[in-house]
């Protein structure tokens, strides 16, 4: 092999430093890119806080929906006897009003103080928004014993 030929000439047109037009032709994308990373920054924020108020509009609706308020006052009293422990039983109903905003079913209720026991009869009753059910209960009261004067707090199993 020629040494003529391992030498490389370093003027030739190609195989020399990168020329002007050159250097301007690969710079040219950086600044495209940078634009498109910056779209996509802004998008993904604009999208990012679109999700996160459909989410807090979602969880609210939930907790609106989800609530649950009800107003038992009694009815009625159908029948009642006394047994030999001194315990009154009275059966009757209560109307349960639904306040809340949705249906609600009514599976259970109860409530009890030191002198009376209120139960339900083991039957659901699905009461519609604003609208009032009767629910059939048993009330035990203790007799010879003075009742309270106060409201009885209800709990209900919904």
Not at 32 to 38: D, I, K, T, W, Y
Not at 45 to 70: F, I, Y
């Given at each position: 092999?020629?040494?003529?030929?391992?030498?490389?000439?370093?003027?030739?047109?190609?195989?020399?430093?990168?020329?002007?037009?050159?250097?301007?032709?690969?710079?040219?994308?950086?600044?495209?890119?940078?634009?498109?990373?910056?779209?996509?920054?802004?998008?993904?924020?604009?999208?990012?806080?679109?999700?996160?108020?459909?989410?807090?509009?979602?969880?609210?609706?939930?907790?609106?929906?989800?609530?649950?308020?009800?107003?038992?006052?009694?009815?009625?009293?159908?029948?009642?006897?006394?047994?030999?422990g001194g315990r009154a039983r009275?059966?009757?109903?209560?109307?349960?009003?639904?306040?809340?905003?949705?249906?609600?079913?009514?599976?259970?209720?109860?409530?009890?103080?030191p002198t009376v026991l209120i139960?339900?009869?083991?039957?659901?009753?699905?009461?519609?928004?604003?609208?009032?059910?009767?629910?059939?209960?048993v009330v035990l009261l203790q007799?010879?014993?003075?009742?309270?004067?106060?409201?009885?707090?209800?709990?209900?199993?919904?």
């Amino acid at each position: 092999m020629p040494a003529e030929d391992a030498v490389i000439d370093l003027d030739a047109p190609g195989r020399g430093p990168v020329d002007a037009a050159a250097s301007r032709v690969r710079r040219g994308p950086r600044p495209r890119v940078a634009l498109g990373l910056v779209v996509a920054l802004v998008a993904g924020a604009v999208l990012g806080g679109w999700g996160v108020d459909r989410s807090r509009e979602a969880r609210a609706r939930q907790e609106r929906d989800a609530t649950v308020a009800l107003v038992a006052i009694p009815a009625n009293a159908d029948s009642g006897s006394t047994n030999a422990g001194g315990r009154a039983r009275i059966e009757g109903s209560l109307a349960v009003v639904n306040a809340g905003p949705s249906p609600v079913t009514v599976r259970s209720v109860r409530a009890d103080s030191p002198t009376v026991l209120i139960r339900d009869l083991g039957r659901t009753r699905l009461i519609r928004p604003g609208g009032t059910g009767w629910i059939g209960v048993v009330v035990l009261l203790q007799c010879g014993e003075t009742p309270g004067t106060e409201p009885l707090t209800v709990r209900f199993s919904v």
